[in-house]
């Protein structure tokens, strides 16, 4: 058994039985949503691979986004857009994007694994885990259903914006994305107050 897997284990007591692990995917790109995701295992479950999704390789996460959620008893994904993001700012949309990932699973969690060290309002006991995608196999198995959700978005989305390539960047600011922003300006789905700093240096 993994020390993954050990970890969430090692919190499951008579009084908590069913764990949650929730993490999220997009706080730094300049364009997009920020997607979360929240995820509930058998107790005997185990997926040999699963790790922090920026370990892995795309291909990598593809793949084991299918085996997750074939082997889980319960998920659920929150997004918030980019226009929320400006009204409320990164951390409040990723914490919110949380929240809304646990309220979609059908199933109530005795505890919920936060990666990081910021928790949300819940009606359920939350714990966070700093470093939590490398430390709890539920938070490492929801940050890469959550890294899969979102990078499928952006391809989506880069069909309709060809010019900013975020099927390959994601919406990250990569010297190629910035520089299509300046030729071709700012689009309904750029994170507005991002951008403050690209346009004036």
């Not at 692990?21 to 995701?37: F, I, K, Q, W």
């Not at 809304?100 to 819940?122: H, M, Q, W, Y």
């Not at 539920?138 to 010019?163: G, N, Q």
């Not at 520089?179 to 689009?187: D, M, P, Q, R, S």
Request: with cysteine.
């Amino acid at each position: 058994m993994n020390s993954l897997k050990k970890f969430d284990l090692s919190l499951l007591n008579r009084k908590t039985k069913v764990l949650a692990g929730v993490d999220e995917a997009g706080r730094g790109p300049l364009a997009g949503p920020v997607v979360a995701a929240a995820v509930v295992f058998p107790k005997k479950t185990e997926i040999e691979e699963v790790n922090d999704s920026k370990k892995l390789s795309e291909k990598k996460r593809e793949a084991l986004y299918d085996e997750i959620i074939k082997n889980c008893l319960a998920y659920g994904i929150g997004i918030v857009y980019q226009k929320e993001i400006d009204e409320i700012n990164i951390l409040q949309a990723s914490l919110k994007a949380m929240k809304k990932a646990v309220e979609s699973l059908r199933i109530t969690p005795d505890l919920i694994l936060i990666d990081g060290n910021k928790t949300f309002d819940c009606e359920v006991e939350t714990k966070t885990v700093v470093h939590g995608d490398s430390k709890s196999f539920s938070i490492a198995a929801a940050s890469i259903l959550a890294k899969v959700t979102r990078d499928r978005i952006m391809r989506e989305l880069a069909t309709e914006y060809p010019e900013y390539n975020w099927h390959k960047n994601k919406g990250y600011g990569t010297r190629e994305h910035i520089e299509a922003l300046k030729t071709f300006g700012v689009t309904d789905i750029h994170r507005k107050t991002f951008l403050t700093k690209i346009f004036n240096d």
